[in-house]
């Protein structure tokens, strides 16, 4: 199954920590890739690989990998990290078909 | 600066067809892969297709096989995605995305605007 799962909604104090995850069977073969989307936005890349942020995105976001998990991690929250976060991993079948999870809707208190 | 510039959409009934253009400045555009993803409304994202490089890959999500059909033009630096025989599920934003794909790594961006597509009698 390429199937992601994902917790709906999550929240975290302004200046700590949060842990989004991304579950699927496609997470033991290949990486996952996250995006950062708020209202009314396109979204934007923030992790790919195996932890690598692109150009202009802060430190603060991290990625890692174990099994059949991806983890987004928020270290020190800020209010502007407030949005949706969508993970995204490539069909098990080895073709490049791609399938997103459902989201994460991330509060900022 | 990287950019994609889409263009197209709007309202069209079902069993209608639609055109979606994205213009891609500030990059290489025949050297990367190139992507259709979509939101419907409330909804999370959705891959829809992909195109290699020269266009010689193609691979779509099973919801759409023989209904839409992605395509570029290298020498106008442009993707376009054609929908035809529409039906109200595939009312969403459609964006379109510069994409790397290789191996186990694989990611989309940039992102354009997105543009509505609205299927309704």
């Known amino acids: 199954s390429s199937e992601l799962t994902q917790d709906p909604a999550m929240s975290v104090a302004l200046g700590q920590t949060v842990r989004i995850t991304c579950q699927g069977d496609s997470l033991r073969s290949y990486y996952a890739s996250w995006y950062q989307q708020k209202p009314g936005q396109a979204p934007v890349l923030v992790i790919y690989?195996?932890?690598n942020r692109p150009s202009g995105i802060p430190d603060r976001f991290s990625g890692s990998s174990s099994a059949n998990t991806a983890s987004l991690t928020i270290t020190g929250a800020q209010a502007e990290d407030e949005a949706d976060y969508h993970c995204?991993?490539?069909?098990?079948?080895?073709?490049?078909?791609?399938?997103f999870g459902p989201g994460t809707k991330v509060t900022v208190l | 600066e990287v950019q994609l510039v889409q263009s197209g959409g709007g309202l069209v009934r079902p069993g209608g067809s639609l055109r979606l253009s994205c213009a891609a400045s500030?990059?290489?555009?025949?050297?990367?892969?190139m992507t259709w993803v979509r939101q419907a409304p409330g909804k999370g994202l959705e891959w829809v297709a992909n195109?290699?490089?020269?266009?010689?890959?193609?691979y779509y999500v099973d919801s759409v096989k023989g209904r839409f059909t992605i395509s570029r033009d290298n020498a106008k630096n442009s993707l376009y995605l054609q929908l035809s025989s529409l039906r109200a599920e595939d009312t969403a934003i459609y964006y379109c995305?510069?994409?790397?794909?290789?191996?186990?790594?694989?990611?989309?961006?940039?992102w354009g605007q997105g543009t509505l597509v609205t299927v309704s009698s």
């Open positions: 195109i290699k490089q020269d266009g010689g890959q193609i």
């Open positions: 500030g990059f290489t555009f025949s050297n990367y892969w």
């Open positions: 995204k991993s490539r069909d098990s079948s080895g073709n490049h078909l791609y399938v």
């Open positions: 690989g195996q932890n």
């Open positions: 995305a510069r994409a790397f794909l290789a191996g186990t790594v694989h990611w989309f961006d940039p």
